[in-house]
């Protein structure tokens, strides 16, 4: 059993930068592929960003590569998307989420899943 929780969402101007953290509690977070995905007002959610157990090597998706940074803490049980150069269609709600297997871009293969933060960037 692991809960998720969010938090660092806010609103901001293009081209700024904010920092999402996602705290785990429950036993044998380092087993877990960790994700992020976000969810923009009447779209479908999305994957943005995952690291593997190890920290090694991120995935990111296209649209944010070169942008965001996944990082994790195992001794902390948390993980962390840096995001740069913040672009309005960034606007979102974001997910943390855990895979008991790979760093998959597919949501259906993440188990549990934190309750989202929102990210809204102003033009």
């Known amino acids: 059993q692991v809960q998720l929780v969010e938090s660092g969402g806010g609103l901001v101007q293009a081209g700024d930068s904010l920092r999402l953290s996602c705290t785990a509690s429950g036993r044998f977070f380092s087993n877990y592929a960790m994700g992020w995905f976000r969810q923009a007002p009447g779209k479908e959610r999305e994957f943005a960003a995952a690291i593997s157990q190890s920290g090694l090597p991120p995935v990111y998706a296209d649209s944010v590569k070169g942008r965001f940074t996944i990082s994790r803490d195992n001794a902390k049980n948390t993980v962390s998307l840096q995001m740069n150069s913040l672009k309005p269609e960034d606007t979102a709600v974001y997910y943390c989420?855990?895979?008991?297997?790979?760093?998959?871009?597919?949501?259906?293969?993440?188990?549990?899943w934190g309750q989202g933060t929102q990210v809204t960037v102003s033009s």
């Open positions: 989420a855990a895979n008991w297997g790979i760093p998959t871009m597919k949501l259906k293969d993440y188990h549990y």
